[in-house]
């Protein structure tokens, strides 16, 4: 049953994520996306809503990334993630601010929150997306069939990173969307930007669905985040071993980026899973990505395809990534990757 | 206890997807397998029964075909089959699809409902979830380790995030998606295969569905609606080089690295 009255929803809000009270990328990165998508639709304002606790201190970043208003949710109940009070919430503040548009981080949060309020409120949910467009639904008109302008277009891709399919949520609200971390483009901070803040709180009632965090465990890694890197070193099986990731490690070095590799490094037991570049790991987009000794499956090359620009060093000359690759050398990367060290170190050594 | 498991069969999206000539994907050509997050979630279960005597349930929805999945889970040790199917059920989205299976799961005795975390083809990792929201559930997404205090009633289950796991502990009955790491599932036995095809699978159509409005069913039941699907557009190809020597090979990178300012 379509929902009645869907003209009063109006705005385009974000799920502004926090994890001990650090604001993760994604609500930066779904700002800057949210910004473009209310300008298409003549929309002023961009809305966060922020769920936590003592979390006030967190606007003012928000703001100068293009929040013009932050609706917060502060609580106890909100401290750590937990799916009831966190559903709770954000689905109250749908019921009572009627976004047109919500988007929501395709985080491990995020990809649990988003279905459990999309079905509370009863609305669509569109997962992971890596495209949004305002637009026409359908796409073309049809006939006997209403066409809707100003809808949100949500692309996404599906059977493991094979297929792209662009979906429309026409008749209910908010159009929600899960969006891929690292895909979207956060604005250039506009410093002392002030936005307006709503205090909204709907109350908490511990109820069956509650559940109780006995302990929790950080992941000790002083890894560091490769979907901020500008340049970075991948790695694939072809490198052949842990050890022989240092002469990944020092070319990384060399052109101050950081060193990340595929799904078989990880499954390997060479690298870390925070590394994994790919489908079930990171999706990136630095500067220049050096694919080095990795083969390019369509699930490593979902995760890195957007990179600017794309080298690649592979002893075979059949190997996928290079109908990927701007720049590809087919080649021995033992010998090859060395020698490029030595040489940048001294190019960069001559320039000062 | 009681323990359901709902499963998918899914294409086989490691062997590369085929497409008709119209653009459609062309799930004939492709091998049809059990979801593995869900299988994970079943050898989960397989272990509580083990340990507990849990009784295991396997469902799913789809076509007659997905019946394969089901007679394999038996096989497995799962103790019962259902098979969810009608006509009015297709072109179903994630608020359909969940709404349809806990329309089959009001029909049930359960304590613990697990579902894989994501299916290989949609992607979305949204049904279960929904299913928990439309059953008034308690969620527990990304389970890597369960365990079950059957006299109190309640489940503790470890639960990835990116960077951190929480200990989480969940009133029974509750849901939980489950990661692949939950465990390597089990092969299926000679004896299990020829038991799973001499036990029955029941098969239930819409009327057998409990609390579900038509509406929320189908594809006339789900907000979300496909404009466009298409086979990925790839990238055109850059340059490629063989050259001679590694000498060769850094010299004409760091000619390009230099042409695009990266040093």
Known sequence: ?352 | MKVVVCIKQVPDTKGGVKFKPDGTLDRGAMLAIMNPDDKAGLEAALRLKDQYGAEVTVVTMGLPKAEAVLREAMAMGADKAVLVTDRVLGGADTWATSSTIAGALRNMEYDLVITGRQAIDGDTAQVGPQISEHLGLPVISYAEEIKVDEKAKKVVVKRQFEDRYHMVEAKLPCLITALAELGEPRYMTPGGIFDAFEKEVTVWGRADLKDVDDSNLGLKGSPTQIAKASDKVKKGQGEKVTPDSAEEAVEYLVGKLTEKHVI
């Open chain 1, 1 to 352: 049953m379509p929902r009645e009255n869907i003209e009063q929803y109006k705005g385009v809000f974000i799920f502004a994520q926090q994890v001990d009270n650090e604001l993760s990328g994604i609500a930066l990165e779904l700002l800057g996306k949210a910004k473009d998508l209310a300008n298409d639709l003549d929309e002023k304002k961009v809305t966060a809503v922020l769920l936590g606790e003592n979390v006030g201190s967190l606007v003012d970043t928000l703001a100068e990334y293009g929040a013009d208003r932050v609706i917060v949710v502060d609580d106890p109940a909100l401290k750590d993630y937990r799916t009831e009070p966190y559903t709770h919430a954000l689905a109250s503040v749908i019921n009572e601010f009627k976004p047109e548009i919500l988007l929501v981080g395709a985080t491990a949060i995020g990809r649990d929150l988003g279905p459990r309020v999309s079905s509370r409120v009863h609305t669509g949910l569109t997962a992971d997306c890596t495209q949004l467009d305002i637009g026409d639904f359908p796409l073309n008109a049809v006939e006997g069939q209403e066409q809707k302008h100003k809808q949100l277009l949500m692309t996404r891709p599906a059977f493991g990173g094979n297929t792209i399919a662009t979906i429309a949520c026409p008749d209910f609200r908010p159009q929600m969307a899960t969006v891929r971390p690292g895909v979207m483009q956060k604005i250039t901070p506009v410093k002392g930007a002030k936005a307006e803040v709503v205090e909204f709180n709907p109350g908490f009632e511990e109820n069956d669905c509650y559940t109780k965090i006995l302990e929790i465990v950080k992941a000790v890694s002083e890894v560091e985040d490769i979907q901020e890197a500008k340049i970075l070193v991948s790695g694939g099986r072809g490198v052949g071993s842990a050890e022989n990731f240092k002469i990944l490690d020092d070319l990384a070095k060399a052109l101050h980026g950081t060193v990340s590799c595929s799904r078989a490094v990880v499954d390997s037991g060479w690298k870390p899973k925070d590394l994994q570049v790919g489908q079930t790991g990171k999706t990136v987009r630095p500067k220049v990505y050096f694919a080095i000794g990795i083969s390019g499956a369509i699930q490593h090359v979902a995760g890195m395809e957007e990179s600017d620009l794309i080298i690649a060093i592979n002893k075979d000359e059949n190997a996928p990534i290079f109908d990927v690759a701007d720049y590809g050398v087919v080649g021995d990367l033992n010998k090859i990757v060395p020698a490029l060290t030595k040489k940048i170190e001294e190019a960069l050594a001559a320039k000062g």
